[in-house]
């Protein structure tokens, strides 16, 4: 064997004691120092916390009677997809009896289903259905919008007796080039009017 070979033998060796001196010393050291960072604590989570929500415009979505508006049935149609995609929840726009000024918001009758999605019977069949796949149906319940034909409005503006306070009432304000006309309490459409630039 040539001084070369023989050399690099050595080196080799004196590297892996070397090696296994520093590691097993390394490890000990480690193995015997007690964890200085604990481990967090695991908080349970609600459902909604770590749920999957898709929100449904009804309108839009299915539409199973051929009218071309979308409907409580089209979407109880829909509700095993739901499951292939791994959604927790259904979160549907309003869904109450509404003269759809506002596109629903403007609620009449927060206890019938408006006609055009179908009756409360297609909405309990829906929840029914949701329910039975794991699916969790959410409403967006509004109760700071309704419509100039909800009762609750209709008689709050009536002043009648319990009703009252259901909403926020002003007077109106004097018209200062007009004494005998009224004006609008506060202008909020005015205020909020942005002109376009065509």
């Known amino acids: 064997m040539t001084p070369l ?3 690099v033998f050595i080196g080799i060796g004196a590297l892996l004691v070397t090696g296994l001196v520093v ?5 000990a050291i480690l193995a015997s120092r007690t964890p200085t960072i604990e481990a967090p604590e695991i908080i349970p989570l609600d459902w909604w916390q770590h ?15 051929g009218d071309g508006i979308g409907d ?10 739901f ?6 929840a259904i ?14 918001y403007d609620i009449s009758n927060f206890y019938e289903i408006h006609h055009e999605y179908g009756t409360m019977e297609d909405f309990e069949e829906l929840v029914a259905k ?14 700071n919008h309704a419509s100039t034909e909800s009762l609750y409005f209709q008689r709050s503006e009536a ?17 200062p080039q007009n004494s005998s006309n009224r004006l609008v309490p506060s202008n909020w459409v005015k205020d909020l009017y942005i002109p376009t630039v065509l």
């Open 130 to 143: 949701a329910h039975e796949l794991g699916i969790k149906v959410l409403l967006d319940y509004v109760p």
């Open 72 to 81: 409580l049935k089209g979407i109880t149609n829909r509700m095993e997809h």
């Open 159 to 175: 002043r009648e007796p319990g009703y009252e306070d259901f909403f926020v009432w002003a007077d109106p304000r004097p018209d």
């Open 91 to 104: 979160w549907m726009s309003p869904i109450f009896e509404s003269p759809m000024i506002d596109f629903g």
């Open 5 to 7: 070979c023989k050399n």
């Open 23 to 27: 590691g097993s010393v390394t490890w």
């Open 83 to 88: 499951v292939e995609t791994g959604i927790d």
């Open 51 to 65: 749920a999957v929500i898709y929100q449904i415009y009804p309108r839009s979505f299915q539409d199973s009677d």
